[in-house]
């Protein structure tokens, strides 16, 4: 996938912009605070419909405005093109296939953007909810029921939940821990499924910038105990749940783990190991996701120079050299890392919410 042209409007200090994109390897210069990461978020927006960088929604419209609006051209590798358009006013979200109101949902099975950025090293370090949401959005692609099913689970837990913290609710719990129950299981086996398919890669791609920790184990925890039937398990947590009103098991804590013969545990890793191994798995789940659809997700990494020494930014951009994927990269100035490969990166030079393409 490309993304081969990008408008934006009333994001952060972009007011109105709109850039054309090269296929291959995209550099995008200039001062801190000009706009660089902003470009990066909006081509992330239309992938995952939220930002890497904040959870409020306030936060990405520009200072004055009453919402933001993106619109990406997207070439497929099947030679398909599209148009999706992402706006926001006020609470409401609305999205478009070549100017065809469609669900959000829907607009996001159309594009692929993957992003390695300051925050990254979460990914590892971070609370369960990272990882989850990176494990589910990889699912999202390859799992037609993903969708229906997590949404299932959402509802279910949302109302077992408001029963736990409801005094004398407890009567109607029954309903909602089988519901819960009912489908936790589907959406657990398809999160296993992703899992298995993406441990090779992983292991792969950590062996290449993290060998000498030794070989990764990568480990799946559903939430529960895989060993009981969670119906058994939320009847038997009950008067926990109702003393701390909210559900202690289920599929809502499903978490992921790395461990190596080095550092069993995450606490074990450095920050620049957890920066090199958040790297590691979004480039696997690149590699999972074009071996399942055909095609590349477009990879995003920003401000690597302050993020990575330049050894070990040479090794990442050097595992990437070899991905026929299209990469945004930003940053103060270019990359030392970058004359030692092959690639020839399209210039943009930013400041002040403006682009201006180089070379």
Known sequence: MELTQLRIQNLR?????????????????????AGKTSLLEAAYLLSHGRSFRTSLREALVRHGSAGYAIYGEVLH???????????????RLQARIDGTPVAAATLLRHAA????????????????????????????????????????????????????????????LDAWDHELAAAAEPLTAMRQRYVEALRPILAHVLGE???????????????????????????????????????SAGPQRA????????????????????????????????????????????????????????????????TLQAAPAQVLLTGTEAPAALAALTVQPTMFHVEHGRVARLL
């Open 13 to 33: 200090v972009i007011e109105r912009l709109e850039l054309d994109l090269a296929p291959g390897w995209n550099l995008l210069i200039g001062p801190n605070g």
């Open 113 to 172: 953007v993957l992003c390695f950025e300051p925050g990254s090293h979460e990914l590892i370090a971070g609370a369960a909810d990272n990882r989850r949401s990176f494990l589910d959005w990889g699912v999202f692609h390859v799992e037609h029921e993903f969708l229906p099913t997590w949404r299932r689970c959402q509802r279910a837990l949302k109302q077992r939940n408001a029963l736990l913290r409801n005094e004398g609710g407890a009567a109607g």
């Open 255 to 318: 978490d992921w783990t790395l461990g190596f013969p080095a550092a069993p545990r995450r606490e074990h890793l450095s920050r620049g190991q957890q920066k090199l191994a958040a790297f590691a798995c979004v480039v696997a789940q690149a590699r999972l996701f074009a071996r399942t659809r055909g095609e590349w997700p477009v990879l995003c990494l920003d401000d690597l120079a302050s993020e990575v020494d330049a050894p070990h930014q040479t090794r990442m951009l050097a």
């Open 209 to 247: 910038l993290l060998g000498e920790l030794g070989a990764v184990e990568l480990g799946f925890e559903p939430g529960f105990d895989p060993e009981r039937p969670l119906l058994a398990t939320l009847a038997a947590r009950r008067g926990l749940d109702l003393a701390r009103g909210y559900t």
């Open 77 to 91: 590798a099947s030679g398909q093109r599209e148009r999706l358009g992402l706006a926001r006013d006020g609470a």
